[in-house]
């Protein structure tokens, strides 16, 4: 059939076919060429920043044309130092233990069948993201070297960003003799061809969507191949009554502005209600003065209408306590003692990351054992939950599920297993 005839579901299919025909030659790779590889990747990336750069600024602008939010923007813009960081995850990647061929365990059973469960590549992932172009190569970084093709689609927001990465990514792989189709991008297809992605069950073994919920929610409903959800990050830290107020200030700034259009930063900020006096005007001036706006319950309202704090107050409606907000805004309760403060999170989590900050040991035993989510911490920023964090070298996104895997997802995470059984002519009697 002539491509240009090719239907959307035709082109998107023949890509995912050509991925799962791509790699079984990566399976076949020794560790020394899949860190050779990803160097060059890294290499190659910071050569031509210039070109890369070019092709976001058009993104940019059909994204300041189109609105869209600041905390998007920032994850959608590319410089040189962002692809230079970008880079070094390839290298980080490049640097880790090679999980593929493990063995996760084994025993030679008492009839002498020697038996052996080891670490594999997945085969083919399939990626859904939004306006995020890091997460393209960081994405392909992590499943070449973990043995598996990857399909990627970006979302229109990052057209040209994404294309022009992934045209950089499949030179490399071209240059040292793999197939290009290691690393298929189908942007060009848009919502239409993310659809049948979702479909390519045989084709593609697992699929991996990161952006907001409306994405994530689209892709668990309607994927007839298997899906880790990585959930948006409606992300809590507590103050508890013991805090160290100086230590909770900078943790709590930290968490909510040091990066406020990702997943793990802070949305909810709950203060128990005995350090609450104290505390609250502390937060709130720091928070002002990073120009972070506050939704705050009747309680909290209360505590700051004189403490001259200069922060924009709002009052928090229900719907506030369950926004990813991923801007500078922030909602803020008031709460009686520990177990209100577990009953909120209950609630009102999506399960990605929360944290207390407390002296009290039994307290902070207590949120460790009880809080059910992916990451729980204490007397740290939520920022703190992140695969580069962790020392995993980069993460294809956190999973908010309890299957197939939880929190971020590093090499390890994105392969599965096999069992490999040798014997001497057995036969079960």
């Given at each position: 059939?002539?491509?240009?005839?090719?239907?959307?579901?035709?082109?998107?299919?023949?890509?995912?076919?050509?991925?799962?025909?791509?790699?079984?030659?990566?399976?076949?790779?020794?560790?020394?060429?899949?860190?050779?590889?990803?160097?060059?990747?890294?290499?190659?990336?910071?050569?031509?920043?210039?070109?890369?750069?070019?092709?976001?600024?058009?993104?940019?602008?059909?994204?300041?044309?189109?609105?869209?939010?600041?905390?998007?923007?920032?994850?959608?813009?590319?410089?040189?130092?962002?692809?230079?960081?970008?880079?070094?995850?390839?290298?980080?990647?490049?640097?880790?233990?090679?999980?593929?061929?493990?063995?996760?365990?084994?025993?030679?059973?008492?009839?002498?069948?020697?038996?052996?469960?080891?670490?594999v590549p997945m085969g083919v992932i399939g990626m859904i993201y939004e306006a995020r172009p890091n997460v393209t190569v960081d994405a392909a970084g992590l499943a070449l070297k973990a043995g598996s093709a990857v399909v990627l689609r970006g979302g229109s927001a990052a057209l040209h960003s994404n294309t022009a990465?992934?045209?950089?990514?499949?030179?490399?792989?071209?240059?040292?003799?793999?197939?290009?189709?290691?690393?298929?991008?189908?942007?060009?297809?848009?919502?239409?061809?993310?659809?049948?992605?979702?479909?390519?069950?045989?084709?593609?073994?697992?699929?991996?969507?990161?952006?907001?919920?409306?994405?994530?929610?689209?892709?668990?409903?309607?994927?007839?191949?298997?899906?880790?959800?990585?959930?948006?990050?409606?992300?809590?830290?507590?103050?508890d009554a013991s805090a160290d107020l100086e230590a909770a200030e900078q943790i709590v700034l930290n968490a909510k502005t040091q990066r406020v259009g990702v997943c793990n930063a802070l949305e909810t900020l709950l203060v128990h209600r005995d350090v609450a006096e104290e505390a609250l005007p502390r937060l709130a001036?720091?928070?002002?003065?990073?120009?972070?706006?506050?939704?705050?319950?009747?309680?909290?309202?209360?505590?700051?209408?004189?403490?001259?704090?200069?922060?924009?107050?709002?009052?928090?409606?229900?719907?506030?306590?369950?926004?990813?907000?991923?801007?500078?805004?922030?909602?803020?309760?008031?709460?009686?003692?520990?177990?209100?403060?577990?009953?909120?999170?209950?609630?009102?989590?999506?399960?990605?990351?929360?944290?207390?900050?407390?002296?009290?040991?039994?307290?902070?035993?207590?949120?460790?054992?009880?809080?059910?989510?992916?990451?729980?911490?204490?007397?740290?920023?939520?920022?703190?939950?992140?695969?580069?964090?962790?020392?995993?070298?980069?993460?294809?996104?956190?999973?908010?599920?309890?299957?197939?895997?939880?929190?971020?997802?590093?090499?390890?995470?994105?392969?599965?297993?096999?069992?490999?059984?040798?014997?001497?002519?057995?036969?079960?009697?």
């Open positions: 059939m002539d491509e240009k005839t090719l239907t959307v579901e035709d082109a998107v299919l023949a890509a995912a076919r050509a991925a799962k025909d791509a790699q079984p030659v990566l399976a076949r790779l020794h560790r020394a060429d899949k860190d050779a590889l990803l160097l060059a990747m890294a290499e190659a990336l910071v050569d031509r920043a210039d070109e890369i750069v070019g092709a976001n600024a058009r993104d940019l602008e059909a994204a300041d044309a189109a609105g869209i939010a600041a905390g998007l923007r920032d994850r959608l813009a590319l410089d040189p130092g962002r692809i230079a960081a970008i880079a070094q995850q390839l290298r980080d990647a490049a640097a880790l233990p090679d999980p593929v061929g493990e063995v996760v365990r084994g025993s030679v059973l008492a009839n002498g069948l020697e038996l052996r469960q080891v670490r990465l992934i045209a950089v990514l499949r030179e490399v792989l071209v240059e040292r003799g793999l197939p290009a189709d290691l690393v298929v991008g189908i942007d060009a297809h848009g919502r239409e061809g993310a659809d049948v992605l979702m479909r390519a069950g045989g084709l593609v073994d697992v699929l991996i969507p990161r952006g907001g919920a409306g994405l994530i929610r689209r892709v668990v409903e309607n994927s007839l191949v298997p899906v880790i959800e990585t959930g948006t990050g409606t992300t809590h830290v507590l103050v001036a720091a928070l002002a003065g990073a120009g972070v706006r506050l939704h705050v319950d009747e309680r909290a309202a209360a505590l700051l209408a004189e403490a001259g704090t200069g922060a924009e107050l709002v009052p928090a409606t229900e719907e506030d306590w369950d926004v990813e907000y991923l801007a500078h805004e922030l909602a803020v309760a008031v709460v009686d003692d520990l177990e209100a403060a577990l009953a909120h999170i209950r609630a009102h989590s999506s399960g990605h990351t929360e944290s207390i900050l407390t002296r009290d040991l039994a307290s902070q035993q207590r949120f460790l054992a009880e809080v059910d989510s992916a990451v729980v911490m204490a007397n740290a920023s939520t920022r703190f939950a992140d695969g580069g964090e962790f020392g995993f070298g980069a993460e294809i996104g956190i999973s908010t599920q309890k299957l197939h895997a939880r929190g971020p997802m590093g090499l390890t995470e994105i392969t599965t297993t096999k069992w490999l059984v040798v014997g001497q002519g057995h036969v079960r009697p």
